[in-house]
Structure formats: C-alpha cells, structure tokens
C-alpha cells in the first residue's frame, strides 16, 4: 500500500490505496518500518482467529472448502454471548442503524487494453486468453481481478475465464473458435479448446457425434442460444425413445419448447394435445438419422 518513501519518515500511499480510502470515506496510517508493536491490535486479531478456528482444521481439498470453513467457524464465534450476555452478531445488529448507507461495490479490477492476436487470444501477464474469432486484431478491455479474467469490446462483455496462476498458460473457450472450425471441422476433436471443454459436452460429442463435427458445431451454438441444461434433457428424453441423436432434432424440440402456450378453452385442450402428439411424431419419424 505504499508507493514510495518521501524523506526520513513519510510514505506516500498507492494509487489504489487512495481510490479505496476515497469511495469508501475511510483514514489511514501507515505504521513505522521494524514497528511490530505499533500494529498490534491487528496482529493479534489475526492470531486469534488462527488460533481459534485453524488450530483444528489445517487441510483442505481446494480454497473454497477453506472458505466455507473459515465463514462458518467465522459466524459460530460471532454468535457467542460475551460479559454483557451479548453475542458480536447481537451488537452489529443494533450498530447498523447508525452505519452510513453501503455504496455500490468497489471495483477492484485492474483494466488495460490488449489486442487479439491471430491466435484469437489477448495476453495478460504472460497467460493467454480467448475471446470469439471475428475480433483478431482487434483492441479489447481487459478487467484482471484476483481471481478471473473479463474481456469487453465496444462496452459488451465477451469473455469471461478464471485467471491462471502460473505462466505461459492457455484458457480456451470452444464457442469462441466456432467460426474457424467450421472452415476446419476435422481440427475440432484435436484442439486445446476442445481438450479445455466441460465434461459434459466431451461426453455427448464421444457418444452421438464422432464423425460428425459439422453438426457437433451447429450444437455448440444451441448450447449458447438455449443452455448446457437443456439440450442435455432434449438428448436424454430422445435417447429414452429411443431414436437417433441429431442437432436438427433437438433444435426442433427446443423451439417447440420455447413457443408461448397458447390460451386454451376447455374443448380445444383434446385437439392441441392430439396435434402436439402428431407433431412429434413427425418429428422423431420424419427427420433422418
């Protein structure tokens, strides 16, 4: 948080440190070099909470199952009654009434421009991230956040991926190569965006579309027009006829599914069911495998 010294003792503040203190109308001081004891009350709160939540658990599978239980041995020492039999939760309650209004949350991003090189890629920190093909040699804003990486053009939000770690590191998303593998469809199944895809998806292009890249494509795009959830249920309730898996099919069912129902009186519910059914039927028998 400090920029620089200025003099024997004066430090001046990052430009960071001086946006946050400003949005959220806060003072600050910065302790002397070497001064353990000037920041106490801090330390040691950080050592109580050590002590009293991480002394009995230490290991985790992933920082969110740490997370979940730092917050929940967090929210169990808060409600405990104190001396004047009330519980830190307690006391916050009744403070808030006096506490100015919340503002909207600070942005903590770091933003730069990056232009997308021929890869359809921008490179932060010596990682690489896609964005969609069409916008190669482009400039696009780039939002770095601790923990992801947001990518707008023209004001639009076009990327979104969990930032990396390390460094020469790739973060593909398959829906932003569609339109160069539809000139190349046989490059799908050897591809880096293909390897980074959900399991989900690898698992119906493995079982239904081996072969079959160009339709494989035109179902990565239903995917994103509709959602992962609901072509999954099209090719499960298809797969339960059973019939051949196709994208046409399965496009058809989910426009059907997205029309308004219609306004019925009670003698016309027979026939649209009856029609529905005969629409189906075409569907599942009129269409080639």
């Not at 003072?27 to 950080?46: D, I, L, M, P």
């Not at 919340?102 to 010596?126: C, F, G, W």
């Not at 947001?150 to 998303?173: N, P, T, V």
């Amino acid at each position: 948080m400090v920029a620089k010294f200025v003099g024997h003792s004066e430090k001046e503040p990052t430009e960071a440190l001086l946006k946050l203190s400003l949005y959220y109308g806060f003072r600050f001081r910065f302790t002397n070099s070497y001064q353990a004891h000037e920041k106490g009350h801090v330390e040691r709160s950080v050592e109580y909470l050590r002590r009293k939540i991480f002394s009995k658990c230490d290991t985790f599978a992933s920082f969110a199952e740490a997370r979940a239980y730092f917050q929940r041995e967090l929210s169990r020492l808060n409600a405990r009654s104190r001396k004047d039999n009330q519980s830190a939760t307690e006391m916050l309650a009744k403070e808030k009434d006096a506490l100015l209004l919340l503002p909207p949350r600070y942005d903590t991003a770091r933003i730069t421009e990056a232009r997308v090189d021929k890869y359809s890629s921008v490179s932060v920190e010596a990682n690489h991230y896609s964005v969609p093909d069409h916008l190669v040699g482009e400039f696009v804003l780039v939002k770095i956040y601790p923990d992801q990486i947001l990518c707008y053009h023209q004001e639009e939000k076009i990327a979104s991926h969990k930032r990396c770690e390390g460094r020469d590191q790739w973060q593909l998303d398959i829906n932003h190569y569609l339109k160069t593998l539809k000139f190349k469809p046989g490059a799908l199944g050897r591809s880096s965006a293909f390897s980074q895809m959900k399991p989900e998806l690898k698992a119906i292009y493995h079982k239904h579309y081996q072969g079959q890249e160009r339709q494989y494509l035109q179902l990565l795009e239903l995917v994103a027009t509709h959602s992962l959830s609901q072509v999954s249920e099209t090719i499960t309730m298809l797969e339960k006829i059973p019939t051949t898996v196709n994208t046409e099919k399965i496009r058809l069912i989910l426009e059907k599914k997205d029309e308004p129902a219609p306004i019925l009186a009670p003698s016309a519910i027979t026939k649209k069911a009856k029609e529905t059914l005969s629409d189906y039927s075409k569907l599942l028998g009129g269409i080639p495998a």
